[in-house]
């Protein structure tokens, strides 16, 4: 592959403006596939195969003017102190809020609180249902303002009037996440590299990468069914591997010139080395993303699936555009100071000076020292590693699984307030209604047997009556538990429920009793996600480390870089834990409600991190067994791989960090818990597994590091990711040349 690529990397440097050309042809284009492409589809949440999802494509069927997918709003009225809200002022102020909420034009039915019997027992609140025949993605600023100017004008006639539900429009101001993560990525490059052209190239492929990929996915949204939240893990992850995939390539290319090669040639095995770490490093974060889809969780896979493409666009871009602005650019990349020498114009006084004080003050970089550090103190280093990131770990031995709602929300939103209104005036489990189905030759019979068994389940606060369908094969009964959503007794009702519904069957005539509800659901979630986990591991990891064998040749490495990444994002969950379920450091963090961990935040981050995690052990351990496969020690390999790696693999981490913090800004729950999850696993990876349990490790194990069985050794694929060939097919002439100037960036 190394040659390959070193062929690609020198025909791009030398045919740069046929490249750039293509490149800015395929942003164009897909730019404007997106922009004249039909609007997105709205989010859609489903789980195939779930007895949830079995009974709302029931509900759709049967029901199609109940609107199943329909927007909803729970409005909540209250009488001021001391007073009865069938009142008849009170009464009339309600009757008017009702025939307000009819008003906007995607309103299908509002429930009058009186006739429908929704009214508290102590007299004091009410509550009335908004549906409408849109969901709630598809609801209008229209229908937005009516919703809002009908509560203001009930509150004014004194009525305390809160509402909640999926039509209740959320105020997410944007953080501007990327902006800031742009913006430290730019610093850091520019202290890194030491030149403006260098820092700003990894930064404008980046974009280039973002564009091509967000595009794409806006241009296919309404054939693929990819909406419009799908781009954001897709901006999120291609903005940080398109960054560090060309820092690292154009890194290579500037040590290249400091051994005297010549700029083509400079290219074409920053290319193939550097590169071949690129690819391979993008096919593990691929297959993290792209495995997502054994989850069965449709939103989960498309998510998955999209940020996917968008790094293998970044690796494309990587090994195509980035040496193509190289070869724009050959000098201008480097140090001002070093620009003079590989142009031969003679350094000013001022400049020899300059020169003449870092020879004389060089001493080895803080990668070559520390990695001599760590091989004289193996043990404590790798202790202190482990025991650090076990402790940090430890609170995730708590981690609670769940969904957000309303009763998780920020204590002064209306939905929270709606929320523990219903929770005081009507009982705990009001917020957690629990819908059963009931299919039947005659359903309302059936239906009516149905209530009255599960009116005898303990846990059950009450049974509605049934609600059958116009040709009454189904009925809905409504089952309010007697504790909250969020109850674990709740979740042991639902289980409960199912297991007696075989017998409820048999005795009452029903065909079949599904259980669905928001907290059905969510059970429903978690068990299939739980069920997932492990096929899901055993998937990425499995290819993953069949992949490491392939790169490195070797069963040690990859199997201490799989432990280290189960390390490392064990004690990214603890953070987590601790922050957003614990409460910890929450006002640091925009954390407005301690609660428990989304359920799909576990797993999104394991394939994440795992892909990120192994980025960086190809990226240092390539350039270790690089040294190691041209003769180096096992001891020296690791400093190589240090002194060259080291300063780019801690630069690239501070990046990842940078951009995955800045999404901490967004007001979006699920965005800030997985900015803040992957940018502690990332740090954690990079400067305590890479850099300190990695060296450890090899230095403890010396040569049996790169131990492989004989008979696998012949059976696998060479694929030269470290370059062995190139040094045998280059020529000699354009291979190497005197190098005249420092090379102490590197």
Do not use: C
């Not at 690609?8 to 922009?35: D, N, Y």
């Not at 083509?264 to 993303?289: D, Q």
């Not at 359920?599 to 980025?615: E, N, R």
């Not at 990079?686 to 069985?709: D, E, S």
């Amino acid at each position: 592959m190394a040659t390959y690529l070193y062929k690609l990397g020198r025909l791009a440097f030398r045919r740069r403006g046929l490249i750039a050309l293509l490149w800015v042809l395929i942003l164009g284009g897909v730019g404007f596939a997106a922009s004249s492409a039909p609007a997105p589809p709205a989010d859609t949440f489903s789980m195939p195969g779930t007895e949830s999802q079995k009974a709302f494509d029931l509900l759709k069927e049967k029901f199609p003017a109940a609107s199943a997918d329909g927007a909803s709003a729970r409005v909540v009225i209250r009488a001021p102190q001391g007073e009865n809200i069938s009142g008849p002022q009170r009464k009339a102020a309600v009757s008017g809020l009702v025939s307000d909420l009819a008003k906007a034009p995607e309103v299908v039915a509002v429930t009058d609180p009186y006739q429908a019997g929704a009214v508290s027992k102590d007299g004091t609140t009410a509550y009335t249902v908004v549906t409408y025949k849109v969901a709630a993605t598809q609801l209008t600023d229209t229908d937005h303002d009516t919703l809002d100017q009908a509560l203001d004008k009930a509150r004014g006639t004194g009525l305390t009037v809160e509402a909640g539900g999926d039509a209740i429009k959320i105020e997410a101001a944007m953080g501007g996440a990327e902006g800031i993560g742009i913006l430290v990525s730019a610093l850091v490059l520019l202290i890194t590299f030491g030149s403006m052209i260098a820092a700003g190239m990894p930064l404008l492929t980046a974009l280039v990468g973002v564009g091509v990929g967000i595009s794409g996915i806006v241009a296919l949204g309404s054939t693929l069914g990819l909406s419009a939240t799908t781009s954001t893990l897709a901006m999120m992850i291609g903005l940080a591997v398109g960054i560090d995939y060309a820092l690292f390539i154009i890194s290579r290319y500037r040590s290249e010139i400091a051994e005297g090669r010549e700029r083509e040639e400079a290219a074409g095995r920053a290319v193939g080395t550097a590169g071949s770490a690129v690819v391979f490093a993008g096919l593990t974060v691929v297959i993290a993303l792209a495995g997502l889809s054994v989850v069965n969780i449709p939103m989960l896979t498309k998510m998955g699936v999209a940020a996917a493409g968008t790094v293998a666009v970044a690796v494309l871009i990587a090994i195509t555009l980035v040496p193509a602005l190289l070869g724009f650019a050959p000098v201008k990349v480097l140090r001002r100071l070093d620009r003079k020498a590989v142009t031969g114009k003679p350094l000013s006084a001022r400049q020899q000076r300059k020169a003449a004080r870092e020879a004389a003050r060089r001493k080895p970089n803080l990668g070559t020292r520390w990695a001599s550090y760590v091989l004289l103190h193996p043990v404590a280093v790798l202790l202190v590693g482990v025991l650090g990131l076990g402790t940090i770990a430890l609170p995730a031995a708590g981690l609670e699984l769940g969904l957000p709602g309303e009763g998780t929300m920020a204590a002064e939103t209306t939905q929270r307030k709606a929320y523990d209104m219903l929770s005081e005036s009507f009982g705990p489990g009001f917020n957690g209604p629990l819908m059963i189905t009931v299919s039947a030759e005659d359903a309302s019979a059936a239906a009516g047997s149905v209530g009255r068994a599960l009116a005898e389940v303990d846990g059950v606060a009450s049974v509605s009556p049934a609600a059958p369908n116009t040709a009454n094969d189904t009925a809905i009964l409504n089952v309010i538990p007697s504790t909250g959503p969020n109850d674990h007794d709740t979740e042991q009702l639902v289980r409960s429920l199912r297991n007696k519904v075989a017998g409820i069957e048999a005795r009452t005539g029903a065909d079949e009793v599904l259980v669905t509800g928001q907290t059905a659901m969510f059970i429903d979630f978690s068990e299939t996600l739980d069920d997932s986990l492990v096929p899901y591991l055993a998937l990425v990891v499995g290819l993953a480390f069949l992949l490491l064998v392939l790169v490195f040749r070797s069963i040690l490495v990859p199997l201490k870089a799989a432990l280290g990444f189960l390390l490392s994002v064990s004690a990214a969950l603890g953070a987590v834990v601790a922050v957003f379920q614990w409460g910890w450091l929450a006002d640091v963090f925009g954390v407005k409600e301690a609660g428990p961990v989304m359920s799909t935040m576990p797993i999104f981050m394991i394939g994440v991190v795992f892909g990120l995690a192994m980025d960086y052990e190809v990226f240092l351990v390539s350039r270790m067994r690089e040294a190691y496969v041209h003769g180096a020690r096992p001891g020296d390999a690791v400093v190589t791989g240090f002194r060259h790696g080291g300063r780019v693999v801690s630069a690239a981490a501070i990046i990842m960090v940078s951009v995955f913090s800045g999404f901490i800004t967004e007001q979006n729950d699920l965005i800030k818990m997985i900015g803040f999850a992957l940018a502690t696993a990332v740090l954690f990876d990079a400067f305590v597994v890479r850099m300190a349990i990695v060296p450890a490790l090899f230095a403890l194990l010396g040569k049996a590091a790169w131990w492989l069985p004989e008979w696998l050794d012949r059976a696998l694929p060479n694929v030269d990711v470290e370059g062995a060939k190139l040094g045998a097919g280059a020529p000699a002439a354009s291979r190497v040349r005197e190098p005249h100037y420092s090379d102490s960036a590197h």
